[in-house]
């Protein structure tokens, strides 16, 4: 698009998804795959879009497990613990910090991998939460095979202060030289979901790397299909 060649970014689409057990991110959607289930409808089967996606090449991913009523864990005691989840986002954008620490606790005692995400309704919200890929991501098919690999880790940087370090989930520091507050703000180009040099994916834009797999920044740069709650 023309906004990406602009920005020297990656921007993908997904879409997000209402089931039983809350929201759900799916990436690598077809054609076909829109017509395994209803996009529109509030009340798929988290294990029936699993094995959709599953099925159609694609990954579902339940996102801001941690909050009450859209989140996954927020369902799991009444509802028992649903098969075939394999990756679940544990840092939002948009959550407050006790809703990822539950998201973070339920991912541990399943062995979940996780995913960060900004989920930015806001300008200042771009570049909150990311993922870090080992790979480049350029298409829709690398950050498929990477998210299935297992080759990422969510990376957190709402604990910033108004400038300097932020720490990712491994405890690395990542420095960001702008506003923190105006989304992260690295080497200047804050408002576009800019991260760190090197921090790609999800949301975050950075030197020539990815700057937005869904499930990330804002509408159809992160979260496509829906921006929501």
């Known amino acids: 698009s023309a906004l990406a060649k602009a920005n020297d970014l990656v921007i993908l689409k997904a879409s997000?998804?209402?089931?039983?057990?809350?929201?759900?991110l799916v990436?690598?959607?077809?054609?076909a795959l829109t017509q395994a289930f209803d996009?529109?409808?509030?009340?798929?089967?988290?294990?029936?879009?699993?094995?959709?996606?599953?099925d159609h090449g694609a990954i579902a991913v339940?996102?801001?497990?941690g909050r009450p009523k859209v989140g996954m864990f927020a369902h799991t005691?009444?509802?028992?613990?649903?098969?075939?989840?394999?990756?679940?986002e544990v840092y939002n954008g948009g959550s407050r910090d006790?809703?990822?620490?539950?998201?973070?606790?339920?991912?541990a005692?399943?062995?979940?991998?996780?995913?960060?995400?900004?989920d930015s309704h806001i300008v200042s919200h771009v570049g909150r939460c990311a993922t870090q890929f080992q790979d480049d991501i350029a298409t829709m098919d690398d950050l498929v095979a990477a998210l299935k690999a297992g080759n990422f880790e969510a990376i957190t940087l709402k604990t910033c202060g108004d400038q300097g370090k932020a720490t990712g989930a491994d405890g690395i520091g990542v420095e960001a030289t702008g506003t923190v507050g105006i989304g992260v703000g690295a080497t200047g180009t804050v408002g576009i979901g800019v991260g760190a040099a090197g921090v790609a994916g999800l949301g975050v834009g950075a030197t020539g790397t990815v700057g937005a797999a869904?499930?990330?920044?804002?509408?159809w740069s992160g979260r496509t299909h829906r921006e929501g709650n």
């Open 39 to 54: 996009f529109a409808s509030i009340n798929n089967v988290l294990e029936d879009v699993i094995q959709a996606a599953n």
């Open 27 to 31: 990436y690598g959607v077809t054609e």
């Open 62 to 65: 339940p996102c801001h497990p």
């Open 214 to 219: 869904a499930g990330a920044g804002s509408d």
């Open 98 to 107: 006790d809703e990822d620490q539950i998201a973070l606790d339920g991912a």
């Open 16 to 24: 997000e998804v209402e089931t039983e057990y809350g929201h759900v």
């Open 109 to 118: 005692a399943q062995g979940y991998l996780g995913i960060g995400g900004s």
């Open 77 to 88: 005691e009444a509802l028992g613990m649903p098969q075939g989840v394999q990756i679940v």
